[in-house]
């Protein structure tokens, strides 16, 4: 790994010299001021002469070259190597052209450790370095040195380390953490406020400590149900008390709903009271919802192709008392399925309710809710990458598939009216950073 030293220039050789040959760098960077700029710094690293002044100790002063040749710095490029800032009191400026810099430098070099000592130049300029390495999660240095008089360091007595672990934490949390959200991405909102923890380490103060204890908890609880292992979700939930808070009333209660319309699904047995036994399927459309949010279109049309199909499997399970893991091996299913051609699946299920049903049921709101457009829809599904074809899913086929589905288990729901509970609950986005304890967290 290359080890990439900034440092800002100002009146004074003495930090730069004391900071380079402290930390011994693969390549210095100068960050000076230039024309058309007044009695510009630049002079100090290429000028021609003698421009540095150096004063000795009885207090005269010394002039010697400049700080590249004092540096003896071999293959000096001043394309490379010096940053002229043409307006050293500019922090917009300043910082825009440092952090282009950087970014530039992690181009050049495959691996690189970014240091800064900020001891030299305008105060603008070290403001800038310091915010720009913070950004950048680099390293900050400043020379301490005796001065007599409030523009230069005289004397250097060695480089300080200034911690930033704290800062560049909270800053990654602030800005990476509300976009994890947005999009339901809590794996990488975890890996967020962990790194953050143990970057903080002991600094963290008891409060915050907690709360990222807290939020912690609760996004492990959040990515074990968007990966569908609802017992060990649920039972985290328990512990971090999700009702404790407004933002998250209801939501432990949706997810003992649709645990129990699994169990309920499982085992073949009548859904409990309370439960319509239909919540697993209004999961899976929430968590098709999460995938297209993301972009995932295939993904997102792989669980709707679900949804439907087990919206079937329940009805036939809970309405027609048909057990659905032995669906096929019905006697009266086995001989509907000979005489109408049916294949095992989703356009098996659908087309033998319909025979079955005719204009009543779900086999009639299928019919009526243009089951063809659906079967054209799902058709381009079949032709995706994680069915059966080379076409990607697109976004406006998750989109119509996504609120024809949706339509057609609410409509389904309450044709046949099934006592449903409170609406189904998405898991939380943003909402979360308005809690209370995750307010102390960010602040």
Not at 13 to 40: M, N, Q, T
Not at 319 to 333: A, K, M, N, S, Y
Request: some cysteine; overall charge positive; proline content about 5%.
């Amino acid at each position: 790994m290359s080890r990439v030293l900034l440092v800002s220039v100002g009146g004074s050789p003495e930090p730069i010299l004391h900071a380079v040959r402290s930390h011994g760098p693969d390549e210095v960077i100068f960050v000076c001021s230039s024309p058309p700029c007044p009695a510009a710094s630049e002079v100090q690293v290429i000028g021609e002469g003698n421009p540095c002044s150096h004063r000795r100790e009885d207090g005269s002063i010394e002039t010697r070259p400049n700080l590249v040749h004092q540096l003896e710095i071999k293959d000096f490029r001043p394309d490379l190597q010096l940053l002229r800032l043409a307006d050293p009191d500019n922090l917009d400026d300043c910082h825009r052209r440092i952090r282009g810099f950087c970014h530039g430098l992690r181009q050049r070099f495959s691996s690189c450790h970014l240091i800064a000592d900020y001891s030299g130049g305008t105060k603008t300029m070290s403001a800038a370095l310091a915010m720009a390495m913070i950004e950048q999660a680099g390293q900050l240095t400043v020379v301490r040195g005796v001065r007599s008089n409030l523009q230069r360091i005289d004397q250097s007595r060695g480089v300080l380390p200034i911690p930033v672990s704290a800062l560049q934490a909270g800053r990654l949390l602030r800005e990476r953490l509300p976009a994890f959200l947005e999009d339901h991405r809590y794996d990488r909102a975890l890996e967020a406020v962990q790194e953050f923890t143990a970057r903080q380490g002991a600094e963290l103060e008891p409060a915050r400590a907690e709360a990222a204890h807290r939020l912690q908890r609760l996004l492990q609880a959040l990515v074990r149900w968007d990966r569908y292992q609802w017992q060990e979700a649920l039972g985290l939930a328990r512990q971090v008390g999700l009702d404790g808070e407004a933002e998250l009333v209801g939501l432990r209660a949706w997810w003992e709903r649709v645990v129990a319309a699994h169990q309920c699904l499982a085992k073949a047995t009548p859904p409990p009271p309370g439960t319509s036994g239909y919540e697993l399927v209004q999961d899976l459309l929430l968590s098709a919802g999460r995938r297209g949010r993301r972009g995932w279109f295939d993904d997102a049309v792989a669980r709707l192709y679900r949804a439907l199909e087990l919206l079937l499997q329940t009805y036939i399970q809970l309405e027609l008392r048909i057990d659905h893991r032995h669906f096929w091996r019905d006697p009266d299913v086995k001989e509907a399925r000979s005489r109408l051609g049916l294949s095992k699946g989703l356009d098996g299920l659908s087309r033998w309710l319909q025979d079955e049903e005719g204009d009543a049921g779900l086999g009639g709101a299928l019919k009526r809710r243009q089951w063809r457009r659906f079967r054209k829809l799902l058709d381009k599904r079949n032709r995706s990458l994680l069915a059966h074809g080379l076409q990607p899913v697109d976004e406006g086929t998750w989109r119509s598939l996504q609120e024809g589905i949706t339509d057609l288990v609410g409509a389904t729901l309450t044709d046949l009216h099934i006592q449903q509970g409170p609406s189904p609950r998405q898991l939380p986005g943003t909402s979360l950073l308005q809690l209370p304890s995750i307010q102390i967290l960010m602040a």
